[in-house]
């Protein structure tokens, strides 16, 4: 998925009206202001009473659904490869929102804070912010990607110095399933 591609599928959702953020790989690069190595996927949040219109919009697209989680996240394929992995926020009135997670009494919480806005290319685009970002690392084993993506956001970001896994005891760490497993399995 390249810097042109993810501004492409920002474009197409925006004709839509449906707001998304850019998080995962991607997330940390707009944050930077650069990319800093090759990806397979583009990881999105997206307001779940827009799903339908994201679905449409990105079918319109040739984009086909390739993985179900539901309601933690699903993904959809290009037929040339690229992936979109997405993920379904409800908002609260104050701006905050929840996803759905394996535990359904521990959902992953957004601040309303975390929605900020990041570059591609020069480009504004919405995405998650650092402190969003660093959270979503924590608790599970870090892949070779994680260990790639985060010095180079902590140097752009002076924020949440991991530097080891930590597990939570008794319980699956918020980023395990959603964003831990998306980073490791489909998180290009």
Known sequence: MTAEDVLSVLALLRRAEVDVWIGGGWGTDVLI???TRQYRDLDLMHRQSQEAAVVAALSDASFEESLSWRPIRFAVTAPDGREIDLHSLVFADDGAAIQASPDAGCPFIYTSSCF?????EGVPVPCLSAEQQVHF???YEFTDRDRHDMPQFRRAHAVGRRTAPRRRSGRRARGTAAHGASTATANG
Request: hydrophobic fraction near 20%.
């Open 137 to 139: 690392h924590q608790g």
């Open 33 to 35: 202001g650069e990319q």
């Open 116 to 120: 900020v806005t990041g570059t591609i």
